[in-house]
């Protein structure tokens, strides 16, 4: 009996916790289920079916994500979390897509770096690099770069070492200047030693 009423007092707080404590992922909303809620920026919320075409509306098999509209300059969609302890390692991983039309810019003066994809830098300053999206986070910039394929999901996986000592991070998931849209889901991130 005292196993069972154990048992059960277990289960109604896991109920009563936030899913933030049930799982390591810093980002608040990941799964977009309260819409934009925590993210800031350019995003805009976006339904896709399976096909990858656009929906009006949540549904069975309908997945919420977050478009960045590509344009004349680079755009971004961040969010901010506390951490503890000042972790000097974190690890930030999302999934993105491009639209049918998507074309990074070729005109050279849109981009302040020559990065490759695949790469992961440490910089003073905002830059724009030659690539078709980049994960970049802050305080200090650090940024892992990362081509897009159009129409199929690409997961960015970014592990950024020896950070400032901080207790808060912002995380930005960034397109460069050009033409449609690059739809972003499952973002995580999670901090260590």
């Known amino acids: 009996m005292r196993f069972i009423l154990l048992s059960a007092f277990a289960a109604v707080i896991s109920l009563a916790m936030p899913a933030s404590l049930h799982a390591d ?45 590509l344009s004349h300059d680079s755009q971004a ?34 981009y302040d770096t020559t990065w490759s994809a695949g790469g992961t830098w440490y910089w003073s300053v905002l830059a724009t690099p030659t690539v078709d999206f980049w994960i970049r986070g802050a305080p200090g910039f650090f940024y892992k770069l990362a081509d897009v394929k159009v129409g199929q999901w690409t997961t960015v996986n970014g592990r950024f070492e020896n950070l400032k000592n901080t207790d808060s991070y912002a995380i930005s998931f960034c397109t460069p200047p050009g033409d449609g849209a690059i739809y972003i889901k499952n973002p995580s991130a999670s901090a260590g030693k």
Request: hydrophobic letters at 35%; glycine letters at 8%.
């Open 25 to 69: 992922n810093l980002f608040k909303n990941a799964d977009l289920s309260n819409g934009l809620a925590g993210w800031h920026g350019d995003g805009r919320l976006t339904y896709l079916a399976a096909d990858g075409s656009e929906v009006d509306d949540a549904g069975p098999n309908i997945t919420p994500v977050i478009k960045l509209r």
């Open 77 to 110: 969609t961040t969010q901010e979390f506390e951490v503890r302890d000042n972790p000097p390692k974190l690890t930030v991983s999302v999934e993105v897509m491009g639209s049918h039309d998507f074309r990074r810019s070729t005109d050279a003066s849109a």
